[in-house]
């Protein structure tokens, strides 16, 4: 595993043990209410998959409920492999949610777009363990193998709340009337107007040292509330988290009372947007900036928090929030199972640009990606700034000749066998630079690949050379042995001639000075022949 590696996953929030290693096969749960595109699937329509545990054990024949943003539901039953279909749905957000045994399931906003955008799906999968009423007890609608089905009802009549709502501070408050270990939200909107229809999502973690888990959603009732009951009571710390308008607006982190029920009231807001409101958010503590040397190349791995300070969502429009990334980034990449509003913009070149479109909820957003820089021994990093940068750290491998300029705070600390240089770059301004310079790298490396591959350049050349001067040595030869042969044969034909006139001179001795006619004829034979060999060469 990389340096770069190690440190983003030590650096990743809510990074638990089970990421580090996950099954060689897909588990269903770790999927449930993820919507996907789908190219299967057309335009404007979600199909809900409904699962027991795993893919063997779809649930059939039961209500799904769709819920738009606005309020408006539509139901459909699950086929004979648990899906549920929804089409001609208009472009917008919607929460699909079931319930089995009291266990609701409810998946995150699934962003329908217009054609030619694909479909979507997504899974809701209830516990293997989950209980399932028999076929003939009230209420249940049917089953398949062995498989029964339960009522819905609890999707389409959610637990109606009469407890007086509290203020709308986003602060949790005691309510005597409630027991202890009950916890009610109630959702409204800035007029205090109760929200039905709303998923309400909770997290809990047991101790400090505890797994986060996430609890089945629930929807909000006409009250526009819904509880929990049971829930631990002590150390245990919770956060909820409610879906509407195309994002997960968070609560603060909260405890529950001790003696009596606990409420806590949330005010969904519209996203907000224009320049004073962007000009609002930063790059806060915990950005960090990654250099991983590779001889003539540093690979950068940037992890951003994107700090959204307003109580509402931001918009950025159409275009997006742009990062843009420094002058020379090649080969960037954005980190697996980042949020999906995410993407990188390559349409210009010299222009690469991280882009965030969609609603920035409140709090903090973490974004990470890699691209490599070029460098000749120093590397001159320049990434415009286009928000406020708080914090932004810089970590680095340590070595012998490595400076870094531009940077204050420089710490030397070991991590994984590692030593490793830790700094601090300055805070700038919307329109600012992140600028550093980073010398002393290892570009011998660099230079001993171009001093080799020269020498081999040279030695191929002389090859080439040696070649061609053996092949015209060689035709040089030919042409010489060709005229020899040329000279022979016409040399031949001479004689061949002279004993034609004489043969018929009576003078016995002149006659006997002559070669026999057959051996000239031989000889010249044998000179055509291998004139026809050089020919042929």
Do not use: C
Not at 245 to 263: I, K, R, V, Y
Not at 371 to 376: A, I, N, P, Q, S
Not at 415 to 442: C, K, N, R, V, Y
Not at 456 to 482: K, M, N, P
């Amino acid at each position: 595993m990389s340096l770069r590696l190690l440190l983003s996953l030590v650096l990743l929030l809510g990074l638990g043990s089970s990421a580090l290693g996950q099954p060689m096969m897909p588990d269903p749960s770790a999927m449930s209410g993820i919507p996907r595109p789908e190219a299967g699937v057309p335009s404007g329509t979600i199909t809900v998959r409904l699962l027991i545990g795993t893919f063997a054990n779809p649930l059939v024949n039961h209500d799904v409920t769709l819920t738009a943003t606005t309020g408006v539901k539509q139901t459909a039953k699950s086929d004979a492999s648990g899906r549920a279909t929804f089409s001609g749905l208009q472009p917008g957000a919607y929460v699909a949610s079931t319930e089995l045994s009291g266990i609701v399931k409810s998946s995150q906003p699934i962003p329908v777009q217009g054609p030619p955008a694909p479909g979507l799906r997504v899974m809701l999968v209830f516990p293997k363990d989950t209980p399932v009423p028999p076929a003939d007890s009230p209420g249940s609608t049917g089953s398949t193998g062995s498989t029964t089905i339960a009522s819905p009802s609890a999707v389409t009549a959610p637990v109606e709340v009469t407890t007086p709502a509290p203020p709308a501070d986003g602060q949790v408050h005691a309510e005597s009337a409630l027991a202890a270990g009950t916890l009610k939200i109630f959702v409204v909107d800035e007029a205090n107007k109760p929200l039905p229809g709303v998923p309400v999502t909770l997290y809990r973690r047991l101790s400090s040292e505890a797994q986060v888990e996430k609890l089945p959603a629930q929807m909000t009732g006409s009250a526009g509330a819904t509880q929990w009951l049971g829930m631990p009571t002590g150390a245990a710390e919770y956060l909820v988290t409610i879906s509407r308008f195309g994002f997960e607006q968070p609560s603060e982190p909260f405890h529950l009372d001790g003696a009596m029920g606990t409420t806590l009231s949330v005010i969904s807001r519209p996203p907000v947007s224009g320049d004073e409101a962007r000009r609002k958010l930063s790059l806060s503590s915990g950005s960090h900036l990654i250099f991983e040397l590779q001889e003539d190349l540093v690979q950068v791995s940037e992890i951003l928090r994107i700090n959204n300070p307003m109580p509402q969502a931001f918009d950025p429009g159409s275009d997006g929030l742009r990062i843009p990334l420094p002058e020379g980034a090649v080969s960037p990449q954005l980190q697996p199972g980042g949020p999906s509003t995410l993407s990188i913009d390559q349409s210009s070149p010299g222009n690469v640009a991280l882009v965030w479109k969609g609603p920035l909820p409140p709090g903090e957003s973490m974004v990470q990606l890699h691209f490599l820089l070029r460098h000749t021994g120093e590397l001159q990093f320049k990434q415009p700034a286009t928000l406020q940068v708080a914090d932004l750290r810089v970590v680095i491998e340590k070595r012998p000749e490595l400076k870094l300029d531009g940077v204050t705070d420089i710490q030397d600390r070991k991590w994984q066998g590692h030593d490793l240089l830790f700094a601090q770059l300055p805070g700038t301004g919307e329109g600012g630079m992140i600028a550093l310079t980073i010398s002393g790298l290892p570009a011998e490396h660099r230079m001993t690949r171009l001093v080799g591959g020269a020498l081999a350049l040279l030695i191929a050349l002389g090859f080439i050379y040696l070649s061609w001067q053996s092949s015209s040595g060689d035709e040089r030869t030919q042409v010489l042995a060709q005229r020899k042969l040329l000279r022979d044969r016409d040399k031949l034909l001479d004689e061949l001639l002279s004993i034609d006139e004489k043969k018929a001179v009576a003078d016995e001795k002149k006659a006997a000075a002559k070669r026999p006619r057959e051996q000239v004829m031989t000889e010249l034979t044998a000179i055509y022949r291998q004139l026809d060999e050089a020919n042929a060469d």
